[in-house]
């Protein structure tokens, strides 16, 4: 398995990052819907499906490290897994039942659809380099993003996880300036 070692206290950036995409697609599928049926000068199929897939995989990878952190709490690195499979990256995690478990995705068999679709930030990202014809399963992405959100959310709020910041919007806000300047 790839892996890539970073500072403990950079796991919530893994969080804020995923975050900031989950944001951006959601506003996007707002706007999608709210101009259907109006003329446009996007496509805004292959922008959606890479800003879900992405915050999917972030939001994974997050929790990876997560579960990197709970099981070596002294360490000042942890070890964080790489790689775009949405699929392969999802059975990495400790917690991969509770999040399928989601009332989110009962209605979906998201073994079968992760398999379908566990490339689709690769892929999507360059759509202009594709010959065939392409499927994005867009409510699926949307929904297992929600939950993927929901449950990093709560332990970011609830596990009482040390992530070497006392508060993680202010360390976060703080390493923002500190790339900025």
């Given at each position: ?64 490290a997560v ?60 759509i202009y ?53």
């Amino acid at each position: 398995m790839n892996t890539k070692t970073i500072k403990k206290s950079n796991v919530l950036i893994i969080y804020f990052e995923a975050n900031t995409f989950n944001n951006e697609f959601n506003a996007k599928l707002k706007t999608v819907y709210d101009n259907l049926g109006k003329p446009s000068d996007e496509y805004p199929i292959a922008y959606l499906a890479t800003l879900a897939s992405f915050a999917c995989e972030l939001y994974i990878k997050f929790l990876y490290a997560v579960d990197q952190i709970k099981s070596n709490p002294q360490s000042c690195c942890i070890d964080v897994i790489r790689g775009h499979d949405l699929h392969f990256l999802l059975n990495q995690l400790n917690e991969k039942d509770e999040i399928v478990k989601s009332p989110l995705l009962c209605d979906y068999d998201v073994d079968k659809m992760l398999s379908e679709n566990s490339n689709d930030f690769e892929i999507w990202r360059y759509i202009y380099e594709k010959t065939d014809s392409m499927r994005v399963e867009i409510d699926f992405l949307r929904d297992f993003l929600s939950a993927l959100s929901n449950h990093s959310k709560d332990i970011v709020n609830n596990d009482n996880i040390y992530f070497e910041s006392d508060n993680a919007t202010a360390f976060a806000m703080d390493r923002v300036k500190e790339i900025l300047q």
